[in-house]
């Protein structure tokens, strides 16, 4: 069964970095076919991708959020962290991260985590 | 890769059809010759749920109400008789070139 689940802090101040992680079973971080990405949902509005990590430690990332985003995995404790510098409030959202199979997409998502960003 | 989804909000009777449209600023035909353009559905409170992969293959447990058409830069997910656990937000996604995108989203509610 295939599981991921995002932890990490429910308030941060502005200017603080964010450290997110997520943790996954039922599948191997090492799977050549498997990825894993971060994604975004600000409160009432629409979904925005952020980050992955392929199985071989390469990334990609948002062209806008690049320069305050880092993705890296630990594929023995079968987790990615996202970290994300210089918060603000308007990046309040919930933040999920998400499988990717290579012959399919995105198939299964974390329950996600809201963070707030306030001071 | 800009998605445009329309309508943006989609009321429907219970047993009648829904349609949605996902438009692409570019092809999404991959270079190794697939497309990979999903649809998510967002029920009230919950995370994202794949419904459709590669135009038109219904993932696990997805109701064969569901059914994705299209190719190139149209795409389309009809239900054919919608039923009340239906309604929530539907979202297109491309995985064919990074960064990935997702259209807007069409609200399905129950007229």
């Known amino acids: 069964q295939v599981t991921l689940k995002e932890s990490g802090p429910v308030l941060v101040k502005p200017t603080e970095t964010l450290t997110l992680t997520c943790t996954v079973s039922?599948?191997?971080?090492?799977?050549?076919?498997?990825?894993v990405s971060w994604i975004r949902q600000p409160p009432g509005k629409a979904l925005e991708w952020l980050a992955h990590?392929?199985?071989?430690?390469?990334?990609s990332y948002s062209t806008s959020l690049k320069s305050r985003l880092t993705i890296s995995k630990d594929t023995s404790k079968s987790q990615v962290v996202l970290t994300m510098t210089n918060m603000d409030p308007v990046d309040t959202a919930t933040y999920y991260c998400?499988?990717?199979?290579?012959?399919?997409?995105?198939?299964?998502w974390g329950q996600g985590a809201l963070v707030t960003v306030s001071s | 890769i800009v998605l445009t989804q329309t309508p943006l909000s989609s009321p429907v009777t219970l047993g009648q059809p829904a349609s949605i449209s996902c438009r692409s600023s570019?092809?999404?035909?991959?270079?190794?010759?697939?497309?990979?353009l999903s649809w998510l559905q967002q029920r009230p409170g919950q995370p994202p749920r794949l419904l459709i992969y590669?135009?038109?293959n219904r993932f696990s447990g997805v109701p064969d109400r569901f059914s994705g058409s299209g190719a190139g830069t149209d795409f389309t997910l009809k239900i054919s008789r919608v039923e009340a656990e239906d309604v929530g937000v539907y979202y297109c996604?491309?995985?064919?070139?990074?960064?990935?995108?997702f259209g807007g989203g069409t609200k399905v509610e129950i007229k």
């Open positions: 998400a499988r990717i199979v290579g012959a399919l997409g995105i198939d299964y």
């Open positions: 039922g599948f191997s971080l090492s799977n050549t076919r498997m990825g």
């Open positions: 990590i392929f199985s071989n430690d390469a990334q």
């Open positions: 570019q092809s999404l035909v991959h270079s190794d010759g697939n497309t990979y």
């Open positions: 590669k135009i038109s």
């Open positions: 996604i491309q995985a064919t070139q990074f960064p990935l995108t």
